[in-house]
């Protein structure tokens, strides 16, 4: 099966930027549509951007022109780019990949946002 590990969260000040990593491992990640979700305090797991096999993107209102996903076929990772960062975009980040039948899922890494 495809695992997938997580990096790049930490504390960070309103308005600054963070960089996630999913790297993964497996035969078939380049095949994966990928996506990063989040889960904050008190609230269910939404997603917060997708990225497919080849490459189309998509996002959630919340978040457009502030995070960039993208990723990397030769290194096998998956990025979340994220800008402007906001106290709301506190949360509990992980990465997910998606093939026919499968589902992955990374541990999560910790985003906080505050002054």
């Known amino acids: 099966q495809v695992q997938l590990v997580e990096s790049g969260g930490g504390l960070v000040q309103p308005g600054g930027s963070l960089r996630l990593s999913c790297a993964g491992s497996?035969?078939?990640?380049?095949?994966?549509?990928m996506g990063w979700y989040r889960q904050g305090p008190g609230k269910q797991r939404e997603l917060v951007a997708g990225?497919?096999?080849?490459?189309?993107?998509n996002y959630a209102d919340s978040v457009k022109g502030r995070f960039t996903i993208s990723r990397d076929y030769t290194e096998n990772t998956v990025y979340l780019q994220m800008n402007s960062l906001k106290p709301e975009d506190t949360a509990v980040y992980f990465c997910?990949?998606?093939?026919?039948?499968?589902?992955?899922w990374g541990q999560g890494t910790q985003v906080t946002v505050s002054s």
């Open positions: 497996g035969s078939i990640f380049s095949f994966l549509a």
């Open positions: 990225i497919t096999s080849g490459g189309s993107t």
């Open positions: 997910n990949g998606r093939w026919n039948q499968a589902e992955f």
